[in-house]
C-alpha cells in the first residue's frame, strides 16, 4: 500500500496487529481477542512503515511503551534494542548535563555503543564504555548522536560541526551498505533563525546537512535530525521534547538533486523538562526577549520588569565568569524569585515567570553538584593516593594505613549512590589487600632472623649508599646467606624478608624510608634452579625491588641488582631488565650468577662448576654476568667488575710502574684516605 500512496506524497503508514475500536471520545483502542482487555497506546501492536531514504525500500518498526524500538523490518532486536549495527556519541562538551545524557544514551546499547571526544589541540578519539581508546571499522547501519547544549553547537557553528562529523566518518572507516544517522541532539537545532523564512536555510541542522551534502559530492548516504525546541536524554537513554515542538529529517535527495525533510514522529514529549540541553546563552536570549514583548507595555506587568532585569544582570554576570562564584547571589535571588511568585499567583506571564525561576533552581543546583562533586573527586583522588603510598609500606604500618584507607572510601562511598558504585571496586580491592597483609604479617613474625655482629669488617662498602637484601623464604639457608652478606658491610645494610605476595618486615638496619638519599644495591636473596628462581616469577622479582624503590623515597634510585640465586643465566637478567624499565627502573644494572654459587663466612659469593673440576671461583667474569641498558636503550653486557666497586682502578705501565686510571667520584688523590679498595 506505502508502495502504491507514494505517488501521491505520502512517505509512511502505520497500521496495527490487532483487533482495533474507537471509543466514544475518539480514542483508539487495541486488544488481541477483539471481546475484553481493550488498551489505549499499546505500541506494540503498532507498525511503522517508511522508506529507507538509503536504499528506497519499505522499512518497519515497531517501539515498545518506553518508546524503545523493540522489532526492525519484522525481526525481533538483539538485547541492545538497537537498529544501528553502531551507535558512536560525539560528546562535545563536559559540563553535567551533557556528561549525563552521553552515558545514558551510550548506556542503552553498551554491546555497541562507544563515545567519541576531542581534546584541547582537536585531536578525535574514540572509547568504549570502560574508557579504553578503541580503533573501529564500521560495517552497515550507524548512528552519531552529536551531544551538547544547542547554543554550544551555534557557537562552534555548522561548518566546524560538520568538519567534526566528517573527521569522525573518517576516523571510523565507515563501510556503508546501509544509510546512517547524524543526530544532533540539543536544543533548538532546527529552530529558524527569527529572519529566516521557510524556503530558506535557517537552522543549524539544516546548515550542517547542507555542508556535509556538498551538493552531492559529501556523505551523502547519511540523514541528519535536529529538533526545534528543548530536549532531554532520560536516564533510560530515551529522548524527551517539550510539547510543540518538532523533529526534522534531513536526506539528500538523489533524483531531485538537492536536499529534502520531513518531519518525524516524536515518541516522547512533555509540556516540561527536568534536564533539557540548554544553557545560559539560551537564558539569556529568552529574558531579553521577554523583557522588549509586547507584554511588558502595561502597568500590570511592569512590577515584575525589575525582577527580570536583576535576573537578566546576574545571568550575564555569570556568563562572563564562572558560574561557582555566584552561588551566593543566585540563592538569594532564587528567594526573591519565590517571594514574588508567591504574591503574583495569577499574573498573565506565569508561565514564563515560572520557567525562569525553575532555570534559577537548575544553575544552583548545578554549582552544588559541582562543587559536592569536585570536592568529592579531589577526596577519592587524595584517598587512592594514600592507597598507593600503603601499598609500599612495611607490613604491620601497611595494615594500619589499609584500615584507615577502607574507612576513607567507606565514608566517600556513603555520600551518593553514584559515588557507591565508582568506589565499590576499590573497597573490594582494600579489603582484600588487608586480608592478605594481616597474613602476611603473621607469617612473616615467624621467620627465623639472624644476630649480625657489627664489628666484623671484612671490605670497604664503596658505589652506593646503602645495600638492601630482599630474602624471599623461611629457609636456613638463605639465613644463614644474609647474615655472611650483611657482616660484610653491617653498617651499610639492611635485610628485607619479603613473601609471595609483597608483603615485607624489616629484619636488620635501618627502615626503608630511614635510609639516606642515593644509589642503592638490591639484592635478592633465594634458592635458583634451571634458569630461574624457584617459587618466584621474574614480574614478582621486578615487583619486589619496585617497591624498595618506592618505600625508599623519591629522591633514593636502584642501580645495581644482585642477583645471588644459583644456575641463572644471562636471559633471566635480560628479561628481569625490561621488567625493571616498565616501572620506571631503567639506569640499574642486573648481574646473575651462571653456575652454583656460595657464600663464604666473610660475605664474599664465589662460584663452583663441575666443568671447573669444582674450584671456587671469586670475582669469576666466566660465571658471573652482568647486564644494563645503554644510551640507545639497547639491553647490553657490561664488565661486572668495574670501577665501581673500588675506589681506585690501576695499571701497570711497560716498565713496571703503577698508573692511576680511575679515581671513584672523580675525586682528587689528596681526598683518598683510611682504607681503600683497589682494582689493578
Not at 584517598?383 to 594505613?401: N, T
Not at 644510551?631 to 682502578?649: A, F
Amino acid at each position: 500500500m506505502l508502495r502504491q500512496l507514494k505517488q501521491t506524497g505520502v512517505e509512511s503508514i502505520s497500521a496495527r496487529s490487532e483487533y482495533v475500536a474507537i471509543d466514544p471520545d475518539g480514542k483508539k483502542l487495541t486488544s488481541s481477542t477483539g471481546t475484553s482487555e481493550w488498551r489505549h497506546k499499546d505500541s506494540k501492536a503498532k507498525t511503522h512503515y517508511s522508506f529507507n531514504e538509503f536504499t528506497g525500500e519499505v522499512e518497519s518498526r515497531v517501539y515498545n511503551s518506553e518508546g524503545t524500538l523493540v522489532r526492525y523490518n519484522g525481526k525481533h532486536l538483539s538485547s541492545n534494542n538497537s537498529q544501528y549495527q553502531t551507535n558512536i556519541v560525539l560528546q562535545l562538551s563536559d559540563n553535567e548535563t551533557v556528561r549525563n545524557a552521553t552515558n545514558a544514551l551510550t548506556s542503552k546499547h553498551p554491546d555497541n555503543s562507544y563515545i567519541a571526544k576531542m581534546n584541547d589541540n582537536g585531536k578525535l578519539t574514540v572509547y568504549d564504555l570502560s574508557g579504553n581508546e578503541v580503533s573501529l571499522n564500521v560495517n552497515g547501519k550507524y548512528r552519531i548522536n552529536v551531544v551538547a547544549h544547542g547554543s554550544e553547537m551555534a557557537a562552534i557553528g555548522a561548518e566546524q560541526l560538520a568538519t567534526y562529523i566528517t573527521d569522525l566518518q573518517t576516523k571510523l572507516r565507515i563501510e556503508q551498505t546501509e544509510q546512517g544517522r547524524i543526530a544532533l541532539v540539543g536544543c533548538e537545532t532546527d529552530k529558524p533563525s527569527s529572519s529566516g523564512t521557510s524556503t530558506e536555510i535557517t537552522s543549524l541542522a539544516q546548515l550542517v546537512a547542507q555542508r556535509l551534502y556538498d551538493g552531492g559530492n559529501g556523505t551523502i548516504n547519511a540523514e541528519v535530525t535536529g529538533r526545534t525546541t528543548q530536549i532531554e536524554v532520560n536516564a533510560n537513554g530515551t529522548k524527551t521534547m517539550l510539547t510543540g515542538g518538532t523533529k526534522t529529517v534531513y536526506s539528500w535527495d538523489t533524483d531531485k538533486g538537492g536536499i529534502s525533510q520531513k518531519t518525524e514522529t516524536v515518541k516522547n514529549h512533555s509540556e516540561a523538562l527536568k534536564n533539557p540541553l540548554i544553557n545560559l546563552n539560551e537564558e539569556i536570549q529568552r529574558l531579553e526577549e521577554l523583557l522588549k514583548s509586547k507584554k511588558f507595555t502595561s502597568k500590570k506587568q511592569s512590577k515584575h520588569s525589575d525582577l527580570l532585569s536583576d535576573t537578566l544582570h546576574a545571568f550575564r554576570v555569570v556568563r562572563e565568569n564562572e558560574l561557582g562564584f555566584y552561588h551566593s547571589e543566585l540563592k538569594a535571588l532564587k528567594l526573591n524569585f519565590d517571594e514574588h511568585l508567591r504574591t503574583n499567583p495569577n499574573s498573565e506571564i506565569i508561565g514564563e515567570l515560572n520557567r525562569v525561576n525553575a532555570v534559577l533552581q537548575d544553575f544552583i543546583t548545578d554549582i552544588e553538584q559541582d562543587l559536592r562533586r569536585t570536592e568529592l573527586e579531589q577526596s577519592v583522588l587524595l584517598v587512592r593516593e594514600k592507597y598507593e603510598a600503603a601499598k609500599v609500606l612495611e607490613v604491620g604500618d601497611k595494615v594500619k594505613k589499609l584500615k584507615k584507607t577502607h574507612e576513607w572510601f567507606l565514608d566517600l562511598a556513603s555520600r551518593s549512590p553514584e559515588m557507591r558504585e565508582q568506589l565499590k571496586h576499590d573497597i573490594l580491592t582494600v579489603k582484600h589487600e588487608i586480608q592478605v597483609a594481616e597474613e602476611s604479617q603473621a607469617k612473616l613474625e615467624k621467620w627465623e632472623v639472624g644476630n649480625i655482629r657489627q664489628d666484623h669488617i671484612t671490605d670497604p662498602f664503596v658505589g652506593y649508599t646503602r645495600q638492601i637484601l630482599i630474602t624471599t623464604t623461611d629457609d636456613l639457608e638463605l639465613i644463614q646467606n644474609e647474615i655472611r652478606l650483611a657482616e660484610k658491610y653491617p653498617n651499610n645494610t639492611t635485610i628485607v624478608h619479603m613473601d609471595k605476595n609483597g608483603n615485607y618486615k624489616v629484619v636488620y638496619g635501618l627502615k626503608l624510608d630511614q635510609i639516606p638519599k642515593g644509589d642503592l644495591k638490591v639484592m635478592i636473596n633465594a634458592h635458583g634452579e634451571l634458569g630461574s628462581i624457584v617459587d618466584r616469577s621474574i614480574e614478582e622479582i621486578a615487583e619486589y625491588i619496585s617497591t624498595i624503590e618506592q618505600a625508599t623515597g623519591e629522591d633514593s634510585s636502584v642501580r645495581k641488582v644482585s642477583l645471588v640465586p644459583c644456575d641463572l643465566k644471562g636471559e633471566y637478567a635480560i628479561k628481569l631488565l625490561s621488567k625493571l624499565q616498565k616501572r620506571g627502573i631503567s639506569n640499574a644494572k642486573v648481574s646473575v650468577r651462571l653456575v652454583s654459587t656460595s657464600v663464604l663466612p666473610n660475605g664474599r659469593k664465589i662460584a663452583v662448576d663441575s666443568a671447573d673440576d669444582f674450584r671456587a671461583r671469586y670475582r669469576s667474569d666466566i660465571f658471573k654476568k652482568t647486564y644494563a641498558f645503554n644510551e640507545k636503550g639497547e639491553i647490553i653486557p657490561v664488565d661486572s667488575y668495574t670501577d665501581e666497586h673500588y675506589d681506585v682502578t690501576l695499571s701497570i705501565d711497560k716498565d713496571g710502574k703503577p698508573k692511576i686510571e680511575r679515581i671513584y667520584g672523580n675525586k682528587q688523590l689528596s681526598e683518598l684516605k683510611g682504607a681503600l679498595k683497589v682494582f689493578v
